[in-house]
């Protein structure tokens, strides 16, 4: 019994401290691309302790897609509509570090698992995502500004959410 009311507690007073650090809740667009970030961070790290080529080809896959869906909803939708709200400067390197992950992804695309240097590819990719993803949320970076500005961040969140769908479906490895 103490189990399971400790469990159903726990969430509800992690929520509370999150709100109190941030002020405010976070608008539904963020919260996407926040979960985006968490999920995709965890699958780095689930990705260093396998050992067969199969799992490690199928979990890179996963991440790949993942990554190319990320960065299109941020530059088709999210960075495109916060230029003007969010520095230049800041939406201009992120751009930057999309295009550097994304040619490292269609690098180890171009391999298979059993290759010199795949691991040692996802390894640093993955370093380049979470440097790139901590940026993004950091305070005063491009998460912050946008939440400082006039977009309606939770109308965006649909937009972003149906986009994905559509995304998934189509970006998805043809598999022959
Ligand atoms: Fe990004
Ligand atoms: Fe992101």
Redesign the pocket.
Known sequence: MARAQSHTRAPAKSKQRRMRRSGRRDPAAVTL??K??RQVEEWFDEYEQLEGEEEKRELFEKIALALKV??AL?EEI?YAEERGEVEDDMLDE?QVEHDAAKKMIAEIEAMKPGDELFDAKVKVLGEYVKH??KE?EQPGGIFAQAKKGEEDLDEMGERLKSRKEELMGTMAPQHH
Request: charged residues 35%; glycine residues 0%; aromatic residues 8%.
């Open positions: 691309l926040k985006d970030h990320h960065t941020e999210f992120a790139h993803v993004e």
